[in-house]
DNA sequence: TAGGCGTGGGT
DNA sequence: TACCCAAGCCT
């Protein structure tokens, strides 16, 4: 008869959830990408803007642009002391540019309130723009080691198949989401901060959305998901994104040329990227309005100097 | 709070 | 070919 550690017995804040520590952890530790904002000469900043552009985007895109970047600007004061819309041209195609523009406003957050450096509270990193729940829980415990409940697409994902039984979480994030991430945190920093990489991995990886790998998941066995038989998503569809013919691919269009352009360009220039003179003029105000444009006398328009 | 906000690779 | 989806944030 072996012994059971006190701690491992199943409870009601913690609906044995350090059963699941070792495994998953075991696992990062033998299968973890060597991702250069996980070395540790990334340091807090280069965390950080890993995590802006990974926002909504994939590894594999995020990589080049961001050697490009860190080697440009490797502190937040190099990039402070840029005008915004050098920002929005280094960030290239990975999409989404407001976040170039708020990682450069972070910059000059943290130059102005936090002496150049990426601050280590949880409240200050939240407190800068573009950083939300998830990206301040992400530095703070991927760059400074703490202990937080860190919970994106991939966490939500795992969680709700090895312990909710379903195939996927629901489309925004519960109170009862936030309190099992919470329960299942290990009681440590280090401990907890390893177990937050773990957890993304395992979903980025192998519980991944379309085509789970669970011949190769360390929690196979204690999935509630596959004990019940991996049964399909139930409700209603989950929100689709359209592209094609919105605002957003022709802004997208927008923003292209005045990427590529050296010098301010003319009103004539933009007009041939659209047909459609007045979804074209919104998605030009609609840039402008977000600051990702800047327009001059004469019908010119250049990427924002302020 | 639901919807707007880019882009491109995988299936 | 279409559609899905990718380390979210903001209003």
């Not at 803007?49 to 926002?55: A, G, H, P, T, Y």
């Amino acid at each position: 008869m072996t012994a059971i550690p006190a701690d491992s017995a199943p409870s009601a804040s913690r609906p044995n959830g350090t059963a699941l520590h070792s495994p998953v952890i075991d696992w990062f530790d033998a299968h973890a990408r060597d991702l250069p904002w996980r070395r540790p000469e990334a340091g807090p900043w280069g965390v950080m803007v890993s995590e802006f552009m990974l926002q909504q985007t994939p590894v594999n895109r995020v990589l080049p642009v961001y050697e490009q970047w860190l080697a440009r600007w490797p502190s937040p004061a190099h990039l402070a002391a840029e005008p915004p819309g050098e920002a929005v041209r280094a960030w290239g195609r990975l999409g989404y540019p407001r976040r170039a523009l708020r990682l450069h406003g972070a910059a000059v957050a943290i130059r102005e309130r936090h002496g150049g450096q990426v601050p280590t509270e949880h409240a200050e990193l939240l407190a800068l723009p573009g950083v939300g729940e998830y990206t301040a829980a992400a530095v703070a415990s991927f760059a400074y080691g703490q202990r937080h409940a860190v919970m994106d697409t991939n966490v939500r994902r795992v969680f709700a198949r090895a312990v909710g039984g379903r195939e996927f979480p629901p489309d925004a994030t519960t109170a009862a989401e936030r309190k099992l991430a919470r329960a299942l945190l290990p009681d440590d920093d280090p401990t907890a901060a390893r177990w937050a990489a773990a957890t993304m991995e395992l979903g980025a990886l192998v519980c991944t959305a379309r085509t789970p790998d669970c011949v190769r998941c360390p929690i196979t066995a204690q999935c509630a998901w596959r004990a019940a038989g991996s049964p399909a998503h139930d409700g209603p569809p989950r929100r689709g994104q359209t592209y094609a013919g919105t605002d957003r691919q022709v802004r997208g269009k927008l923003l292209a040329v005045l990427r590529e352009a050296v010098t301010p360009v003319p009103q004539a220039a933009l007009d041939k990227v659209w047909d459609e003179p007045v979804q074209r003029a919104r998605a030009l105000d609609g840039l402008i309005a977000d600051g990702l444009v800047e327009p001059l006398d004469g019908g010119l328009y250049r990427l924002p100097l302020t």
